[in-house]
């Protein structure tokens, strides 16, 4: 049996590209809704080792409404999994060819959503914060050793450094 597998590649420039060619996708799909998309995750920080899955949080003015497009999602290869552990957001995924590997990760959150600027928040400290970016890095390099194969548990193990980070985030006023 095939398994994801949790495997960093070196930052690649064309992860930005990807981004856009994906928000144009989104903004044809989901013509009715207002949306303000963002790049976040390790493929939106120059530099930060990755698996090479484009993360995009978009805010919406309703999230319910987004359920409504989970047929269309469906036909451009999005696969709706509802909120997936986080209250108040709504998750998608793309897979890649072998069905197991992932290409793209959708995160909707309604406007104003505390998690999802928290996400952003912490893509933002990262890139400003170098010792931040380098403990960030080291965690995930050591999960993806440790659980090469084991999705939750390399989430499990990055929590505890992302959850100081998120705590010194909140320290510091320029993040607030």
Known sequence: MIQREMKLERYNNKWPEQYQE???ELTRLL???ELECHHFGSTSIK????????????FVNNISVVDMY???????????????????RRYFVKYSKDKINHLVHLHFYEKGD??????????????ENKMAFTRYLEVKVEASKKYKVNPEAYQNHKSTVIDDINKEITKTKAFK
């Open 47 to 58: 530099g930060m080792a990755s698996k090479p899955i484009i993360d995009v949080l978009i």
């Open 70 to 88: 989970n047929n269309s999602m469906l036909q451009s290869g999005y696969v709706a999994k509802g909120e997936n552990g986080i209250s108040g």
């Open 22 to 24: 994906i928000k144009e």
């Open 31 to 33: 013509s009715g809704l």
């Open 114 to 127: 505390l998690k999802g600027l928290q996400e952003l928040r912490f893509r933002d400290y990262l890139i």
